[in-house]
């Protein structure tokens, strides 16, 4: 079975353009997650999205935003992009939302190989 | 809040064990530990529930002690593959996770 898939892998914008990033979850899991990953740290939690509504926000600015889709995969748009925006991107997926509770096995989240984003 | 790992770095060589601590200021549901290696994604290990279950992988084992609110991996008779940085991941609705420690196993 495919795992969880971004697009695309690596890509460079300028200062103040947008960007989009793309996340297929893997087959039958409805939960996605988006990570941001500076060099050196580790994953930064951004957006939990379930069955297309928002589940959680981290702590990032309204220039980060998401969505979900029908088939579950999702967008995750970064606008009026900054040089501190350059990082990697993680998509996650999970079978469970993260409120029905520790002890479903569903709750592990699957990372997918990332979307690398330079702002120069 | 994120958890903390201690230490941030360890080089082993083959067959030798280690052990990683992941700690948080708060109650948790579970534990998550991840490895990544460096340019790839965090690759899941294993998940440690309340309760006391356990679930390694390979020759990784974990602990979980809930009043402390503390996690432990345990790498026994390190392999080269073993390299790479360890994340714990401790969650509470969403999975927080510490600044990785990195493991470096030498021949």
């Excluded at chain 1, 995750?76 to 096995?105: E, H, Q």
Aim: proline letters at 5%; glycine letters at 10%; charged letters at 15%.
């Amino acid at each position: 079975d495919a795992g969880v898939t971004q697009s695309p892998t690596h890509l460079i914008k300028t200062r103040g353009q947008h960007v989009t990033l793309r996340c297929s979850p893997i087959s039958g899991h409805k939960s996605v997650s988006w990570y941001q990953q500076v060099l050196g740290q580790g994953p930064q939690f951004i957006f939990q999205y379930y069955e297309k509504e928002e589940r959680g926000r981290g702590n990032f600015p309204d220039r980060f935003s998401a969505r979900q889709f029908p088939n579950y995969s999702s967008e995750l748009n970064v606008n009026a992009l900054l040089l501190g925006d350059s990082a990697l991107y993680l998509c996650a997926s999970s079978l469970a939302p993260p409120d029905r509770g520790p002890f479903i096995p569903g709750n592990t989240i699957y990372f997918g190989e990332g979307s690398w984003l330079t702002v120069v | 809040q994120q958890p903390v790992q201690s230490p941030q770095a360890v080089i082993l060589r083959e067959g030798e064990d280690a052990v990683i601590n992941c700690s948080s200021s708060k109650a948790l549901y579970s534990v998550h530990w991840y490895r990544q290696k460096h340019g790839e994604a965090p690759v899941f290990l294993m998940i440690l529930l309340k309760g006391g279950e356990q679930k390694g992988h390979e020759k990784i084992s974990a602990s979980f002690n809930e009043k402390k609110q503390q996690s432990s991996l345990y790498l026994t008779a390190s392999q080269l593959s073993y390299s790479g940085t360890y994340f714990c991941g401790t969650e509470l609705y969403k999975l927080s996770f510490g600044a990785g420690t990195t493991v470096t196993v030498r021949a």
